[in-house]
C-alpha cells in the first residue's frame, strides 16, 4: 500500500469510528489536530508518515471514555494500522506517541519523546486554546455538567493528578488550571509561534467575561 493510501483509509477508519463521539473530541477536533501537525511537520525533519498517522490516531479511544483505561488508545491504533499492514517501527512509534500523549495534563514525566510526538503535541495542544478552545471547554463543560462560572469556587492550580481528572469545578476555572499555561508548554518554534495569538485572544475573551460579569 502506498503511504498515501496508508494515510486514506486510515481518515476514513477514525472519521467512521468517531461518528458519534461528543463534540470537543469529535471527528472534526482530529481533523484540525492533522492540519496543525502536517503545518508544523513542513518546518521540521521528521517522518511525516509517522507524524499523519499519530495526529489521525491520537483520539481513537480515549481513557476518559473507557473506565480510565490508559492502554485502550494506543492498543486501538497499534491493532488497527497492523492491520492493514504498515510497518512494524512506524506502528510501535504512533502507539508510543499516543501512549505518551494521553498523560495530558503534564503530571507525569513524559518517559518518552521524539520529534514526532512534539509535533502532535504541539498540534493538539493548539486546538485546546484559541477561539476553538474556549468552544472545547465549554462543550466539554456542559458534557459534564459543570458551571460555567462561579466566583466562589477559585481555581486550583496545586492538583494533584486524581483531582485533576475528578474536578467538578467551573469550566471557566480550566482556563487558568490548563489552557493559559499552554503556550509555554509547546515543543516546536512554529508551535510557540501559533500558540501566541491563540493565546491573546483567550486572554481577551476572560477579560471581556469578566467586564461583563461585574
Ligand atoms: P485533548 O484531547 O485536547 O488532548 P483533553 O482530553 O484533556 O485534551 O480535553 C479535551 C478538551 O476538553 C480540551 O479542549 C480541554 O480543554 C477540555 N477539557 C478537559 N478538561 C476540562 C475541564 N475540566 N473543564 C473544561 N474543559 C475541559
Ligand atoms: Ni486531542
Known amino acids: 500500500m502506498t503511504r498515501d493510501t496508508i494515510i486514506e483509509r486510515t481518515r476514513d477508519f477514525v472519521k467512521e469510528t468517531l461518528q458519534n463521539a461528543e463534540g470537543g473530541h469529535d471527528w472534526w477536533h482530529i481533523y484540525r489536530v492533522w492540519n496543525n501537525a502536517r503545518l508544523i511537520a513542513q518546518t521540521e525533519t521528521v517522518d511525516h508518515l509517522t507524524v499523519e498517522l499519530a495526529a489521525l490516531l491520537h483520539d481513537i479511544a480515549d481513557s476518559k471514555f473507557h473506565n480510565g483505561d ?17 510497518e512494524d517501527e512506524v506502528v510501535e512509534h504512533v502507539a508510543q506517541i499516543i501512549r505518551h500523549m494521553s498523560f495530558k495534563s503534564g503530571f507525569d514525566s513524559p518517559g518518552f519523546y521524539s520529534i ?26 456542559g458534557f459534564k455538567g459543570r458551571e ?25 476555572n480550566h482556563f487558568y488550571e490548563k489552557l493559559l499555561l499552554l503556550k509555554d508548554k509547546m515543543n516546536t518554534a512554529t508551535g510557540k509561534q501559533l500558540a501566541q495569538q491563540r493565546h491573546q485572544f483567550m486572554q481577551a475573551y476572560l477579560d471581556q467575561f469578566y467586564m461583563e460579569c461585574k
Open 70 to 86: 490508559e492502554e485502550i488508545g494506543p492498543r486501538t491504533a497499534a491493532n488497527y494500522l497492523k492491520s492493514i499492514g504498515v
Open 116 to 141: 514526532e510526538m512534539g509535533i502532535v503535541q504541539d498540534a493538539d495542544r493548539l486546538d485546546a486554546i484559541g477561539a476553538i478552545g474556549i468552544a472545547r471547554a465549554f462543550t466539554y463543560g
Open 148 to 172: 460555567i462560572y462561579n466566583p466562589e469556587i477559585p481555581p486550583n492550580l496545586n492538583m494533584t493528578k486524581e483531582e485533576y481528572k475528578n474536578t467538578t469545578a467551573p469550566s471557566i
